[in-house]
C-alpha cells in the first residue's frame, strides 16, 4: 500500500514532528504505508492503536486491535487457512448472522467476494499485517506444532541455580515463561507453584481439577516464587505475609492478565496464579451452544427479552458465570441498543460493547463507575461482580429505572442469591421489584467421547444422591474409562449444568415479606424450580459427563 498524500496528512495531524523530520520517515519507508506505520511506532512517535485507527479510516472500516481480542474457534476455522494466508485474513468471531473479520487491506474487492463465497455475510475491519499472520500461525496450528515452543524447558539447568538474585537470569525467565507458556497451551485456570521440603511441586487446574505437572528440586523454589514476584510488583524482600498482584503476560498476539497470591508456608512461600483469559481461546459466546436445558434456556432468554431488569447468574470462581453473561450479551446485542460493560478485569475485549475496567487503586471501583455509567444512556449494563452494598443497590435501583442490567454473585445455587443480596443491605421491597431472574451453573467434566463406556446405573448409588424410587427401571449412565487422547482421565472439556430462578409476582411477595430460605425453597419446587443436581442427572443420561462428576460439583438439600 502507497502512502499517498491523503493518508499521510491523516499521520500528520497526530505525529510530534516537524516538517524535515517527517520527511525523512517518508524517505526511509520509500512512501510504503506498512513501513512508514512501523517507524512511527518503532520510533515511538505514535501508538499501535492510533496507527491503527488512521489506517483503519483510510479503509473505511473501524479497526481491530488482535491483541485485545476474543477469537471464537469455531468461527475461525470456518476460513480455510490456505484463504486466510493468501489473503492475510482471518475471522475473529460471529454475531447474529454476521462474521468478523479482519484484513490487512480491506480494500481488496476480488478477495472480499471470495471471502463472502465461503463465510456469507461479512464485517470486514482492518488489523496489522503482522498481527493477522500471528494469529494465523497460533490458530491454525495443531499442538503438534506448539509443542515446539516448550522445548527450551530445560530441568538440566536447575541444579546449578541457587542464589535468589539469579531470578534475572535468561535461564529462570524462560522457565518460567515456559510455566506459563504451558498453562495456556493446557487450557488451565490456574497454576499452583507449592515449596515442599526436598522439593518443589507444580501443579495446574484443568477442567478444575489439580494435575501435578512437574515435580522440581527445592532450590528452584525460591527464586522462581522471586520472579514471579518480581513481574507481579510485588516485594521480594517480604515473606511473612500474604501478597496479592498481577501480571501482564505478553505472548505474540496477545496479552493475558494473571492476577498473582502468595502465601507464607512451612517451607517457604506458595504462589497460586489465575490466568484470566486463554491464548488459543477456543470459547462459545453462543447460548444455543452451551447445554443448556431446553426450559432452562427457555426462561432465561425470556428474561433476557423484558426492557429491564436484574438478572444474576451465580456460581463459584471459575465456574464460567462471565462466558454465560456475555453469550447473553450476545443473545440480546442489536444496532438499536447500546452495551456497556464495567469489569475488573475486562475478560473478554468485544469491538460491539463499551467497555471499561475497574481500578481500585485510581479511585475507579464497581460502585463510582457504575454511577457514570448511568449517565452514558446504556441500555444493556453488564457489572462483572456484586461484591458490596453500595454496588449491589446502584445496580437494582438501575434495573428499577429502565435497565436491563446483568451481573455476578458467588452463592452456591440460584435460591440463595434473594438472601445474599438482602445481607448485603439491599431493601426487600428494592430486590422484589428490580430482581428479575437467576441462573446458577458448574461446569463438571465432560466424559471423553472416545473412551467412555456405558453401564446400568445401580439402585444404590441413585437413591443414596437422588430422589430415586425403589421401583423405578434403572438407567443406562456412562462410566469414565481413560485413552490417549484424555490423558487416561476419562475425562476431556467441560460441561455446564443449571438451574434458574424464575421471579413471579407471589415470588416478589414472599420477598417484601421476609419469608424464610426454606419457604422461599418450598414455593420455588412447587412451581417448578428444579436444583443442579437435577440438571446434572439429565446430562449424565445424555452422556455427556458422569455421575461421580455431578455428585463432586454439586451440593445436595
Not at 114 to 132: A, N, P, T, W, Y
Not at 169 to 192: F, P, Q, R, Y
Not at 475 to 492: D, E, F, N, Q, S
Amino acid at each position: 500500500m502507497r502512502l499517498n498524500n491523503e493518508l499521510l496528512a491523516q499521520f500528520r495531524n497526530k505525529l510530534p514532528v516537524d516538517e524535515n523530520e517527517l520527511n525523512n520517515l517518508v524517505s526511509e519507508a520509500s512512501y510504503n504505508a506498512e513501513k512508514f506505520t512501523n517507524l512511527c511506532i518503532k520510533n515511538r512517535l505514535i501508538t499501535r492503536y492510533d496507527a491503527g485507527m488512521i489506517l483503519g479510516d483510510h479503509f473505511n472500516c473501524a479497526y481491530m486491535d488482535l491483541e485485545k481480542t476474543l477469537f471464537q474457534s469455531d468461527i475461525v476455522i470456518k476460513l480455510p487457512q490456505k484463504i486466510a494466508e493468501k489473503y492475510q485474513a482471518i475471522p475473529v468471531y460471529q454475531f447474529g448472522s454476521s462474521i468478523t473479520l479482519v484484513m490487512a487491506d480491506p480494500s481488496d474487492s476480488i478477495a472480499r467476494r471470495e471471502i463472502e463465497q465461503i463465510l456469507g455475510e461479512v464485517d470486514f475491519l482492518f488489523s496489522f499485517k503482522g498481527e493477522i499472520e500471528t494469529a494465523i500461525a497460533v490458530y491454525y496450528q495443531t499442538d503438534k506444532d506448539i509443542n515446539d515452543v516448550f522445548k527450551a524447558f530445560d530441568l538440566g539447568i536447575l541444579d546449578r541455580i541457587t542464589d535468589e538474585k539469579s531470578s534475572e537470569l535468561s535461564e529462570i525467565i524462560t522457565i518460567a515463561d515456559s510455566i506459563i507458556m504451558l498453562a495456556l497451551k493446557d487450557g488451565a485456570s490456574d497454576i499452583h507453584i507449592e515449596p515442599k521440603e526436598h522439593s518443589c511441586i507444580i501443579r495446574f487446574r484443568s477442567d478444575g481439577i489439580l494435575q501435578t505437572r512437574f515435580t522440581l528440586p527445592q532450590t528452584i523454589s525460591r527464586v522462581l516464587v522471586s520472579r514471579y514476584k518480581i513481574i507481579a510488583s510485588l516485594d521480594i524482600s517480604e515473606r511473612r505475609k500474604p501478597q496479592d498482584g498481577r501480571i501482564s503476560f505478553a505472548t505474540s498476539l496477545k496479552k493475558i492478565d494473571i492476577r498473582v497470591s502468595t502465601l507464607p508456608t512451612i517451607y517457604g512461600e506458595t504462589v497460586v496464579m489465575r490466568l484470566l483469559g486463554s491464548l488459543f481461546g477456543s470459547v462459545t459466546l453462543d447460548l444455543e451452544k452451551l447445554n443448556i436445558s431446553p426450559e432452562i434456556h427457555k426462561g432465561f432468554t425470556d428474561v433476557l427479552a423484558k426492557p429491564n431488569g436484574l438478572i444474576l447468574v451465580t456460581g463459584p470462581t471459575g465456574s464460567g458465570k462471565s462466558t454465560t453473561l456475555y453469550a447473553a450479551l450476545n443473545h440480546i446485542d442489536s444496532p438499536e441498543s447500546k452495551i456497556l460493560t464495567v469489569e475488573d478485569p475486562v475478560e473478554y475485549e468485544m469491538f460491539n460493547f463499551t467497555q471499561t475496567q475497574v481500578n481500585i487503586k485510581a479511585g475507579r471501583t464497581f460502585a463510582t463507575i457504575l454511577k457514570s455509567v448511568l449517565r452514558q444512556d446504556p441500555d444493556v449494563i453488564l457489572v462483572g461482580e456484586i461484591r458490596d452494598s453500595e454496588t449491589a443497590n446502584i445496580a437494582a435501583e438501575a434495573a428499577l429505572t429502565g435497565h436491563i442490567v446483568l451481573s455476578t454473585l458467588h452463592t452456591n445455587n440460584a435460591l440463595q442469591a434473594v438472601t445474599r443480596l438482602s445481607e448485603m443491605g439491599v431493601a426487600p421491597y428494592v430486590i422484589a421489584p428490580s430482581l428479575s431472574g437467576v441462573l446458577a451453573q458448574r461446569l463438571p467434566r465432560r466424559v471423553c467421547q472416545d473412551c467412555k463406556e456405558q453401564v446400568q446405573a445401580k439402585a444404590e448409588d441413585l437413591q443414596l444422591y437422588f430422589s430415586w424410587k425403589a421401583d423405578t427401571k434403572l438407567p443406562m449412565i456412562y462410566r469414565a474409562k481413560g485413552c490417549a487422547k484424555c490423558g487416561g482421565t476419562g475425562y476431556k472439556g467441560r460441561v455446564g449444568i443449571h438451574e434458574y430462578l424464575h421471579i413471579d409476582l407471589n415470588f416478589r411477595e414472599m420477598i417484601i415479606q421476609g419469608k424464610s430460605y426454606n419457604d422461599i425453597r418450598r414455593y420455588a419446587l412447587a412451581h417448578g424450580y428444579r436444583d443442579m443436581r437435577f440438571d446434572g442427572f439429565r446430562k449424565a443420561l445424555q452422556g455427556l459427563t458422569t455421575i461421580e462428576e455431578i455428585v463432586r460439583v454439586t451440593a445436595s438439600d
